[in-house]
């Protein structure tokens, strides 16, 4: 089978180390939530995964493609959507997403046909048309996820992907990616929200000042942190107090 991810050894120091000798594996088709403490390294661990940021050390491999040799074949298959929304405010939702659409060269007819797919989904049909200007964070940011979404990734990141939505919208949301992940799609995220992370991944990395301290299920990780029983909220305070006693 050719995973999903394969992350092994990658390494990112700023000031400091970010990322310590970090391996990941996600699996075709899963979930997967990406969970830690404020400042463990989740963000800068997707942006390499994603091309964002060059890793001092590592390999990484999305779907078979060695994403740092090949980056521009790893992005065509991959999107990313940052927890801060970034799209052209003076644009339109259904401008925005063809802009996008236009980049990755997918015909205007697709291009238009999936945008309007997207944005109903979304809930944003009837503001289609309206300037995103004057739109709201998790209106705008519903936007971005529509356009990490236009190229059909086979791969979807997300970085913190239900902060600021209100419930209604972060439910849209959490159904439009357990919908992807049904047909086939493999979506990472982080979330310091763990309700989400116990309810929708199949499997769960915990890291902490850059290194992995578990994954698995969340069985998996309930045996790795004495807690049998336990809800996703006692494993996780378990394993990180483990690791930094370490
Ligand atoms: N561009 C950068 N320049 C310098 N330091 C950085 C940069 N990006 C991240 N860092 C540092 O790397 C470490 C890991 O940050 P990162 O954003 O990856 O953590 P995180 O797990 O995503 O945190 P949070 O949950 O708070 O979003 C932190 O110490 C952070 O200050």
């Known amino acids: ?8 050894g990658l390494d990112k120091t700023f000031s400091k180390p970010a990322v310590r000798d970090l391996d990941l594996t996600v699996h075709p088709g899963e979930l997967y939530a990406l969970l830690g403490p404020n400042g463990a390294g989740k963000t800068t661990t997707l942006r390499m995964v994603a091309g964002l940021t060059k890793p001092d050390k590592g390999a990484i491999s999305i779907f ?8 521009a074949a790893a992005k065509a298959i991959t999107a990313w959507a940052p927890d801060e929304a970034m799209i ?6 259904l401008e925005y ?25 979304l809930g944003l049909a009837g503001e289609a048309r309206r300037r995103c200007e004057g739109f709201s964070r998790g209106m705008k940011q519903k936007v971005a996820l529509a356009g990490a979404l236009i190229h059909d990734p086979k791969l979807l990141i997300l970085d913190e992907p239900l902060t600021g939505l209100d419930a209604a919208a972060a439910r849209l949301v959490k159904d439009m990616l357990q919908a992807r992940v049904d047909a086939g799609g493999t979506v990472i ?4 929200i763990l309700e989400v992370a116990e309810r ?10 850059g290194r992995l301290l578990a994954e698995g ?3 998996v990780l309930r045996g790795q ?22």
Do not use: C, N
């Open 200 to 209: 929708m991944a199949d499997r769960i990395g915990i890291i902490a000042g």
């Open 217 to 219: 299920s969340l069985d």
């Open 64 to 71: 078979g493609i060695d994403a740092l040799a090949d980056p």
């Open 189 to 192: 995220l982080t979330t310091h």
């Open 225 to 246: 942190a004495g807690k049998d029983g336990g809800t996703l909220e006692d494993v996780f305070l378990q394993l990180t107090a483990d690791g930094a006693a370490a």
């Open 1 to 8: 089978m050719t995973e999903a991810l394969i992350v092994r």
């Open 97 to 121: 997403l063809e802009f996008v659409a236009g980049l990755w060269s997918i015909e205007p007819k697709l291009a238009k046909a999936r945008a309007v797919e997207l944005l109903d989904t």
């Open 88 to 93: 052209y405010d003076r644009l339109t939702p």
